[in-house]
């Protein structure tokens, strides 16, 4: 039915499977947790994001925190959208999150509520950085659900613009969607039949959801932008991303481009014309169309 998704399974597999056989390599020095945080920026240099010398522009006043999605980590989920955003003269950094003790690369796995910690601990350390007064978020898959915990119980809604959510999991995924992202990470099969808090908060009607959910999706000084796509085979029904609030905008990718094939995975790691629309989320006064031609600019 879907051919796109039998070539772009394992192209997704093959870019993980780089990402995680180079990445280690070159971060082997950085042993510590504390270090490993900073590992993208030994890791990609080149690509400029994870900079703490960066100084954010008078266009683009806020640094970008990006925030993974379930099984990723700073590196594998960012090596696309990361240098999209740098070159659009955007400060860039990627966090590490929810790591299990004993699991190396595969991480966003341990409690949500204690990951949203080390997203507030991360926004602190970047808004030291730069000197700048806040921050936007860009999460893929569970990294756009994560960070409503932070807004609405850690304070974080002082210190973030904008939260844009790649397919995120706002009102939950079934352990069969998240099993369909075993594909992309060879190897984290097992980390599904054990017990994995972030796997079980996933699940709708957690106390995890159902905490974050009650009295409304939405926190006031925070805006919105949920990106969705039709094909979706972990988040499922899709709608189920979408918010509800005052000042909160849904996209399904397809309205903006029918011809775009992008399932759950793919959105996040290399859809351009996604990236696209993350770029006018966070840029609005200056946004353009999104359309089918979006993907080559
Ligand atoms: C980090 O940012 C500083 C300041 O903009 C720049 O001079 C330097 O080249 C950047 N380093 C990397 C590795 O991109």
Same mark, same amino acid.
């Given at each position: 039915?879907?051919?796109?998704?039998?070539?772009?399974?394992?192209?997704?597999?093959?870019?993980?499977?780089?990402?995680?056989?180079?990445?280690?390599?070159?971060?082997?020095?950085?042993?510590?947790?504390?270090?490993?945080?900073?590992?993208?920026?030994?890791?990609?240099?080149?690509?400029?994001?994870?900079?703490?010398?960066?100084?954010?522009?008078?266009?683009?006043?806020?640094?970008?925190?990006?925030?993974?999605?379930?099984?990723? &980590?700073?590196?594998? &989920?960012?090596?696309?959208?990361?240098?999209?955003?740098?070159?659009?003269?955007?400060?860039?950094?990627?966090?590490?999150?929810? =790591?299990?003790?004993?699991?190396?690369?595969?991480?966003?796995?341990?409690?949500?509520?204690?990951?949203?910690?080390?997203?507030?601990?991360?926004?602190?350390?970047?808004?030291?950085?730069?000197?700048?007064?806040?921050?936007?978020?860009?999460?893929?898959?569970?990294?756009?659900?994560?960070?409503?915990?932070?807004?609405?119980?850690?304070?974080?809604?002082?210190?973030?613009?904008?939260?844009?959510?790649?397919?995120?999991?706002?009102?939950?995924?079934?352990?069969?969607?998240?099993?369909?992202?075993?594909?992309?990470?060879?190897?984290?099969?097992?980390?599904?039949?054990?017990?994995?808090?972030?796997?079980?908060? =996933?699940?709708?009607?957690?106390?995890?959801?159902?905490?974050?959910?009650?009295?409304?999706?939405?926190?006031?000084?925070?805006?919105?932008?949920?990106?969705?796509?039709?094909?979706?085979?972990?988040?499922?029904?899709?709608?189920?991303?979408?918010?509800?609030?005052?000042?909160?905008? &849904?996209?399904?990718? =397809?309205?903006?481009?029918?011809?775009?094939?992008?399932?759950?995975?793919?959105?996040?790691?290399?859809?351009?014309?996604?990236?696209?629309?993350?770029?006018?989320?966070?840029?609005?006064?200056?946004?353009?169309?999104?359309?089918?031609?979006?993907?080559?600019?």
């Amino acid at each position: 039915m879907l051919p796109w998704k039998r070539v772009l399974r394992p192209l997704a597999a093959l870019l993980l499977t780089a990402a995680v056989t180079v990445v280690p390599a070159t971060v082997a020095p950085a042993a510590t947790t504390a270090q490993a945080e900073s590992a993208p920026s030994k890791g990609a240099p080149s690509r400029g994001w994870n900079n703490y010398s960066c100084k954010p522009s008078a266009a683009h006043p806020r640094p970008v925190v990006l925030v993974h999605g379930t099984f990723a &980590n700073s590196v594998d &989920n960012w090596l696309a959208l990361a240098p999209y955003l740098v070159n659009r003269d955007y400060c860039v950094y990627s966090l590490d999150y929810g =790591q299990l003790p004993g699991v190396p690369l595969f991480h966003a796995l341990g409690p949500i509520d204690k990951s949203a910690e080390q997203l507030r601990s991360f926004v602190d350390k970047v808004l030291t950085a730069t000197g700048a007064a806040e921050t936007d978020l860009v999460g893929h898959s569970q990294g756009g659900l994560m960070p409503r915990h932070y807004l609405k119980f850690l304070g974080g809604a002082a210190k973030v613009n904008a939260l844009v959510g790649i397919a995120p999991n706002n009102h939950g995924t079934t352990l069969g969607g998240l099993a369909n992202l075993l594909p992309y990470f060879p190897g984290a099969g097992d980390l599904l039949s054990t017990a994995t808090p972030a796997l079980a908060d =996933q699940v709708p009607g957690s106390a995890f959801l159902t905490k974050l959910n009650a009295g409304g999706d939405t926190v006031p000084g925070v805006r919105y932008t949920v990106i969705a796509t039709k094909y979706d085979e972990v988040v499922t029904p899709y709608r189920s991303q979408y918010l509800d609030g005052p000042n909160v905008r &849904n996209v399904l990718i =397809q309205d903006l481009c029918p011809a775009d094939l992008s399932e759950h995975a793919a959105i996040g790691l290399f859809d351009r014309i996604a990236f696209h629309e993350v770029a006018n989320a966070l840029d609005p006064a200056h946004a353009t169309p999104t359309t089918c031609l979006s993907g080559i600019g």
